[in-house]
Structures are given as C-alpha cells and as structure tokens.
C-alpha cells in the first residue's frame, strides 16, 4: 500500500506569507506610480499659463487634455505673451516621451523660449537660441514647436517651426488652408540648427489654429485626415468665438484614438480696423 506524502505542516502559511509579501511590493509599485502620475499632472498644470494676453481685435482661446492613459503623462504645452518691443509671441509644442523628466523638459523648453524672445523678436533666432540652450543641457530629449509673432501695429506675422505639425487658417474672404511651410528639425538633437521664417500680413479678419499632434493623428488615422478634419471646423467656424472653436477642435483627438494629450491654440483677429 502507498502512502501519500503529505506537505509539510508549514508550507501552506509560507505560502501565504510570500503572497502577502508579493501584494504588499505590488500595492508600493502601484502607490509609487500614482504619485509620480499625480505629480506630472501637477506640473503639467503649473507649466502651462495661468491666463493669456488681451489685445484690442486680438482674441485668443486655448485647451489642453491630458493623455487617456493615466500613466503615460505627455509633455504638450501652449504659451502666449507679450514681447519686450510690443508684438505678442505665439508657442505651441510637444516634447518627445510621456513621464515627470518630459514634462521638467518642457518647462525648459518654454522658459527658454520666453526669455529668448526678450532679447530678440526675431522667431527663427528665437528658435536656434533655444535649440542651443536646450543641446546644452544635454538632457537627451527633444521638442518640436511652431513660434509665432504677431506685431499689432504693421499687422506682420511672422513665423519659424521646428518640426511640428502645421498651423491651420481661415480668413472672413474665404481663404483658408493648412500652412506646408519649410521648416527646421525638432528643438534639442543638433546644435547650430538654422529654422527657416515665413512672413504674412494679415489684411483681414479671420483666424490661425495651432495644434499638436495629439489632436490630429493615431495609431490608425494619418495626420493628414486629422487636419482635413480641423480645416473643415476651421472653414466653418472663423468668426466663431475662439473658445468655441478651440472646443470643436480638440474634441477632433476622439476620432483618431490617440492617447496621447493634446493642445490647441486658436487666435482669432478682427481685422486692420479692431487693431487700431
């Protein structure tokens, strides 16, 4: 007759014991990543402004959403401000990963910027100064940014970009379209970068939307399809209230399936004579 061999009388409350050991690891690993979530949404939240400029015939409204996934906390960012000679600066950005050290490249990235833009209103020095500063610091990551200036009196635009997606426009005659200027490589990968300028002047009412691609593109729908959706809002809604259609547009993210965070800018003017 065989006996069977039983377990030792212990090894059941061993058992136990190393599974609560396992539970107690998992409950810190998870504690530890809500915080470090709660602190990026935190400076997420801090690096962003608190309010954007006003200016007579100039009306600007702007939103962010944060990524669908919790922890993948992405580094988009938008800035307004006024510049040292009277003209108004315009930034819109996207910083390469999704954790707290792209959101702390960020806040570099924009201070760079605004404090750059103090010593010159030139855009594509503002953009090589900050590429420099930013190669510099060798953090090992990189920005793309779209950097505006809008001067109020000659109502010149003018406009450098770093590898970022396209700004979108619509005038009150009719015209709009999506901007395929020639721009420069991504902030922070090579320095001595040189970012080409494009210059318009804006002769009537209408408005420019800046985005990230967040907004525009997914896993399964191209950026191209993104912006044909925006220029359509765009078309449709240019002498809408900005707030309104920066709305529109950001909620154009739920049709690509991307979980990344997005951000739009929409600057609205009024033409020569809201200017004055």
Known sequence: MHRHRSDPPDSAQQLLITLGQLIDQAQERITFQRARVELAMALQRHMLPPGLPELPGLR?????????????????????????????????????????????????????????????????????RANDVLVSMGCGLFATCCFLRFDPVSRDLTVSRAGHVPMVWATAGGDSGITLDRGGPPLGIVAG???????????????????????????????????????????????????????AVVKVADLTGHRDDAAVLVVRYDGPQGLV
């Open 60 to 128: 600007l409204a702007a939103r962010y959403t944060p990524s669908r996934d919790g922890l993948d906390v992405g580094g988009d960012w938008y800035d307004a401000f006024a510049m040292s000679d009277g003209s108004l600066g315009f930034a819109i950005g996207d910083v390469q990963g999704h954790d707290v050290e792209a959101i702390a490249f960020m806040g570099q990235v924009r201070t760079s910027l605004r404090a750059i833009a103090e010593a010159t209103s030139d855009t594509r020095e503002v953009l090589s």
């Open 193 to 247: 970068e040189r970012y080409p300028v494009t210059r318009r002047r804006l002769t009537e009412a209408g408005v420019l939307v800046l985005l990230t691609d967040g907004v525009v593109e997914g896993p399964h729908y191209p950026m191209e399809a993104g912006l044909a959706e925006v220029a359509k809002l765009v078309r449709a809604g240019f002498d809408a209230d900005p707030d309104v259609l920066a709305s």
